[in-house]
């Protein structure tokens, strides 16, 4: 965590450093294909790649040029176009997007006047600039596009078209850790009022009380949701809400998303590669509602948002809530499976140094965790800078995913940051653990 009183110039330097790997995923991610599959919609729940790419700079010339910057707009005629709120993304092939070329050189021209800009601001005084705010909130904007350009990366069908090392093994002894940690009853700190690029559905800091819970130590694995497959759990209603059951029955539903039963076993495909369903994986591409009803069918429920978050923050020695599970350094390589160093979860028990002081494993990275909140303004919420990043949002429709997965950047890694889809939504990269409310006696 870098702020203004460590000094501007390591706060250029860190607001430098975080659009830089921002810009370079982007291209990553664009120029590994044709042109024509930057155009093509690969599914009408995505807009084609080359809309996510001018909307980025768009978003950047709004916020770094014109209200930092004070800069004249580039290309006011094209505002509308990449406004995510009235072109809905079914909508966006039809639209005279800027083609791959201009894209490009509009993303460019864009980041060298947003660098200019960064030389002379003053980083601190009003809210946007201080502690670069309005840079490290461009640089998470472009880290969750290109996120959700890897989302797109996977529905688009053809050869690979990306490449990327395999997760670390997870480390012997991993069969023998507990099932489930107890998190103790009491008040903790949730949300926060320190982290100078957190944004608005993070603040501010607030006291919960909780009662005492269990949780998993582990994701559920594809191996312990293929026993839900194999026990019927897709062709009984008992363990569905109604409205999950018919969007079972009404889809077909009998698997994770991009799962086929073939050849006498369960094979997915990944990134344009057909391989059989790794059982020591974190389960991916689940709904919520999927994730609810093998909740349910184990015999436990899904963990609240503030349940979540007290197991990965709090330090049970202190009583204080830890910036990430594994204490205040900033993520690194050996904490957690972030960044896209990796095109899939690592296997379940992995990242021993990223555990939280209860000893719950992998909350950050591998895949975003389902829990059982709907999004909801915490007391004292106030939307900034726009309404439309949180505010428009909340209520029932959406229901609280935490924790990043491989494919979430640390900018975006924090253990406060909220996320948020409907419960039907698959194509994420999404999972979950489950909970349960212990006994009285095993409590106390």
């Not at 998303?257 to 369960?266: A, I």
Request: aromatic share 10%; glycine share 8%.
């Amino acid at each position: 965590m870098v702020t203004a009183a460590h000094g501007r110039a390591a706060l250029r330097a860190h607001a430098f450093d975080a659009l830089t790997r921002a810009r370079t995923r982007t291209l990553a991610l664009s120029d590994c294909v044709e042109d024509a599959e930057l155009t093509a919609q690969h599914s009408p729940l995505m807009s084609p790649l080359v809309w996510d790419m001018a909307h980025i700079g768009n978003q950047e010339e709004q916020w770094l040029l014109r209200a930092v910057g004070g800069r004249a707009p580039l290309r006011p005629e094209i505002d509308s176009l990449y406004d995510a709120f009235e072109h809905p993304r079914a909508e966006r092939p039809s639209l005279p997007l800027l083609p791959p070329n201009e894209a490009r050189a509009y993303l460019a021209k864009v980041r060298g006047d947003a660098f200019r800009v960064l030389e002379r601001a003053q980083l601190e005084g009003r809210p946007l600039v201080a502690d670069g705010f309005a840079f490290g909130m461009i640089a998470q904007h472009e880290q969750q596009h290109a996120e959700t350009m890897l989302i797109t990366h996977q529905l688009r069908r053809g050869p690979a078209a990306l490449t990327a090392p395999p997760p670390p093994a997870a480390p012997t002894g991993t069969a023998a850790l507990p099932r489930e940690v107890l998190v103790p009853g009491g008040p903790f700190t949730m949300g926060t009022d320190d982290e100078p690029w957190a944004l608005d559905n993070e603040r501010p800091a607030h006291r919960r009380e909780l009662p005492a819970f269990c949780i998993d130590t582990l994701p559920v694995s594809n191996g312990a949701y293929l026993r839900f497959i194999e026990d019927g759990g897709y062709a009984d209603s008992r363990w569905w809400t109604p409205a999950g059951w018919d969007h079972v029955c009404r889809n077909g539903l009998r698997a994770p998303l991009f799962w086929r039963q073939e050849q006498g076993g369960w094979w997915r495909r990944r990134f344009g590669v057909r391989e059989p369903v790794p059982e020591a994986e974190p389960v991916m591409h689940v709904s919520w509602y999927e994730a609810d009803a093998y909740a349910r069918w184990a015999g436990r429920r899904l963990p609240t948002e503030a349940e979540w978050e007290k197991a990965a923050r709090l330090d049970p020695d202190t009583g204080r809530s830890r910036r990430f599970p594994w204490g205040g350094a900033d993520p690194e390589p050996h904490h957690a499976n972030l960044g896209q160093r990796h095109l899939s979860p690592a296997p379940v028990g992995g990242y021993p140094d990223g555990a939280s002081a209860l000893g719950v494993r992998q909350l950050m990275g591998e895949v975003w965790e389902w829990t059982s909140s709907d999004f909801a303004p915490y007391p004292g919420f106030t939307a900034f800078p726009y309404r439309e990043y949180s505010e428009v949002f909340f209520g029932p429709s959406y229901k609280v995913l935490r924790g990043g997965c491989f494919g979430t950047d640390p900018v975006v890694a924090r253990a406060t940051f909220r996320n948020w889809d409907h419960p039907v939504r698959r194509q994420i990269f999404a999972g979950f653990r489950t909970a349960r409310t212990p006994a009285p006696e095993e409590s106390a």
